[in-house]
T-cell receptor, first 117, second 110 residues
Framework: GAVVSQHPSRVICKSGTSVKIECRSL??????MFWYRQFPKQSLMLMAT?????????EQGVEKDKFLINHASLTLSTLTVTSAHPEDSSFYIC?????????????FGQGTRLTVV | RKEVEQDPGPFNVPEGATVAFNCTYS??????FFWYRQDCRKEPKLLMS???SGNEDGRFTAQLNRASQYISLLIRDSKLSDSATYLC???????????FGAGTTVTVRA
């Protein structure tokens, strides 16, 4: 199956600093990638849709100036959590769909567990 | 109403038992449905896609009922390794965004 690589898998940062998370599709091109957040014992919540070469589309309630998304190539999307606060501590997961074909299932990165202290 | 709703469980079953649970979705235009498995602190992994009336993959059977807008997952001959949270996922037909249920927790005991 398709492979999506996410890095780092775990990060601890101080309040007020910024953290960048990378999501790469390793064996296919992804024009669209999705960023999710998951709090303990809750479902994955879509934060934004990352579109290659254009601005990301954010879900209602997600601050675009706080969660910066860049999709510079067909294989890489980055999420930067700016001025992180303890309430941003969560599990962040990216997913990607293949750019061609009829497949619609998504493949997920390994996730990044962010802890803001 | 949530887009995707699941019975959270937990379902606590002995090895070898059969366990089944449902998921309902609100968008009648949805065409693509999936069951993902998520282990604690790990990313979700695709278990099965459900495209038509249902399909079977080994011990796992997924059924789709479009009239009632639900899908089900049945696990036969449960193994200890089946212990996980099972996520019901529905794809939006317009933009392919995925909507996730909150997950059904299954624990298989020896």
């Amino acid at each position: 199956g398709a492979v999506v690589s996410q890095h780092p898998s775990r990060v601890i940062c101080k309040s007020g600093t910024s953290v960048k998370i990378e999501c790469r599709s390793l064996d296919f091109q992804a024009t669209t990638m999705f960023w999710y957040r998951q709090f303990p014992k809750q479902s994955l919540m879509l934060m934004a849709t990352s579109n290659e070469g254009s601005k990301a589309t954010y879900e209602q309630g997600v601050e675009k100036d706080k969660f910066l998304i860049n999709h510079a190539s067909l294989t890489l999307s980055t999420l930067t959590v700016t001025s992180a606060h303890p309430e941003d501590s969560s599990f962040y997961i990216c997913s990607a769909r293949e750019a061609t074909g009829s497949r619609t299932e998504a493949f997920f990165g390994q996730g990044t567990r962010l802890t803001v202290v | 109403r949530k887009e995707v709703e699941q019975d959270p469980g937990p379902f606590n079953v002995p090895e070898g038992a059969t366990v089944a649970f449902n998921c309902t979705y609100s968008n009648s235009a949805s065409q693509s449905f999936f069951w993902y498995r998520q282990d604690c602190r790990k990313e979700p992994k695709l278990l099965m896609s459900v495209y038509s009336s249902g399909n079977e993959d080994g011990r796992f059977t997924a059924q789709l009922n479009r009239a009632s807008q639900y899908i089900s997952l049945l696990i036969r001959d449960s193994k200890l390794s089946d212990s996980a949270t099972y996520l019901c996922v529905v794809s939006n037909p317009r933009d392919y965004k995925l909507s996730f249920g909150a997950g059904t927790t299954v624990t298989v005991r020896a």
